[in-house]
């Protein structure tokens, strides 16, 4: 797993959002972490990974971001 590029980081309240791209398992793909903050430590993670497609197989031309 390897993180290339943080695109945008959120907070609000307890909560920070994190959505970053990088590489997991040889694909490139996309990151989103959600962190509950609890005392000034990390409490709780949840996170979701996808797989970012070549740009030939994008349904838009914005990508994935």
């Given at each position: 797993m390897r993180y290339d590029r943080i695109h945008q980081i959120l907070g609000e309240g307890d909560f920070v959002r994190a959505v970053s791209e990088g590489e997991f398992a040889g694909r490139h793909s996309s990151f989103h972490d959600l962190f509950r903050v609890r005392n000034g430590r990390l409490a709780e993670h949840w996170d979701a990974i996808e797989a970012i497609p070549a740009r030939d197989r994008w349904k838009n031309g914005?990508?994935?971001?």
């Open positions: 914005y990508g994935k971001f």
